[in-house]
């Protein structure tokens, strides 16, 4: 980026739409957009002036002509933005003309030859960070803003454009390197045995910072999947109508149902918000005994798919439980499941509720219920709907607790994570430091890596190379 190029993209999505919007940043801005835009106002015949130009007032829609020479491209309607207060701290212009592509590049072109260049992607946002309008988190918040897919993952990307956890790190990193180079100072006058840093001071600083940097780490396994679906592996032995259940919670014929058993071969998913939250959904081969090679590689999927999941509804067919030793059977395979994974939350999910009678059903929950107390059973039938929607309500109630109701911070990006990580780690051998009585040189060194993780995050600390990085990502125009 060169800070003294005024840059120019389409703002509005590529192709024809109603309307479109082109964009202009930097300190020619206006020369540019004066040389090529009369303003209603303006006596008929003008041509496009400085002086015309002069009389837009900033932060103001005017209505006006944009000309090539003498000849007019389309009627507009141009906003004028006056350094600093502009979305990237520069001058700013933006052209709403007519969506055709043909009027688009005609504008755009016009700019180019007035001296602007191309906009690299997200090089607006690049500049309203360096002009400090926002910080290194907030800009990546912009992006997943526009990519944001449900609410929840909305309302995480607006909090962090926000500002988030932004001051509150920013806050952090100031009093570490505060007291950094105190400490740095009783290196100075190490004949004389005093201390600017007091140490008590320091101890609380720590426990504080670690206890808000262990809240953000932690945050990371929702907010990341929040943002990009919630896994949840539908698993269990073949035809217990785990495909079917796919199905009715997608609303949508996805997976081949059929009554002979290991039709699933590979796993198949698919993504779907219920109340703001999205969920990903993953249907799995049946797990059982087989010589079949590909039989053997879905079920090994299958596992994988379990493994990476937030949650797993292990699904029975109720059809087959009608003797005690078939029900003990299934929450053996149920146990081997749980000592697999045993951070993994798993619901039973009690399916083909329709072909059992009410008796049946009661006898089947007791008899699981007694062997196994703590076992969740939810009770359905994936084929006629009934008990779907229920199933849904208690998903989306046992991920809205906690952390999504209250104002907590969520970081749901993964450079962030590693960022915070990086600084819990040193900040974990100040501590250490400090129980050691290491000397202050080394104090030192290690807060200033804390400090420095913190940095990163916010951007206060940045290299060339990890801003290219992040705003490459962006789209042109942004
Ligand atoms: N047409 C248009 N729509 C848009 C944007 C835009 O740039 N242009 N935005 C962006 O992509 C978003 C709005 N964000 C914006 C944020 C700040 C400023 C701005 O001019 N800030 C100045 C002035 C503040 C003020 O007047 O109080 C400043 O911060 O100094 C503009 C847009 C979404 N919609
Ligand atoms: N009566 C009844 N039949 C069901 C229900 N759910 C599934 N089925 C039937 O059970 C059979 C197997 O269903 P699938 O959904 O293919 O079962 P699956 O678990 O995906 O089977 P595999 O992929 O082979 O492991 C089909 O004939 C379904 O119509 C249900 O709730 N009630
Ligand atoms: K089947
Ligand atoms: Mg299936």
Redesign the pocket.
Known sequence: MYKNDTIVALATPAGSGAIAVVRLSGPESHDIAAAIFVPAFAKANSKPTAKLYERLHPNTVTLGHVYDGDRIVDQVLLTRFDAPRSYTGEHVVEISCHGSIYIQQEIIGLCLKQGARMAAAGEFTLQAFLNAKMDLSQAEAVADLISSESATAHQIALQQMRGGFSSELQDLRKQLLNFSSMIELELDFSEEDVEFANRDDLKVLLANAQKTLRKLIDSFALGNVLKSGIPIAIV????????????ALLNEEK???????????DSIEDEINIDGIRFRFI????IRETTDTIETMGIQRSYTKAEQSRLVLY?L?A?QLDSNPRIVHCLMRIQILKERFPDKPVIVVL?????ITGLQHAEITKQIKKRSPETIVIS?????G?GVDEMKEALVASFQSGALSGDDSIVSNARHYDALQKAYASLLEVQQGIANDISSEFLAIDIKATAESLGLITGEITNDELLGNIFSQFCIGK
Do not use: F
């Open positions: 269990g032995e073949p035809n217990v109508g785990k495909s079917t259940l796919l199905n997976a081949i149902v059929s009554e002979i058993a290991g039709t699933t071969r249907d799995t081969a049946g699904l067919d059809t399916n083909k509720l329709d072909e359905l039938s994936a084929k006629s009934i």
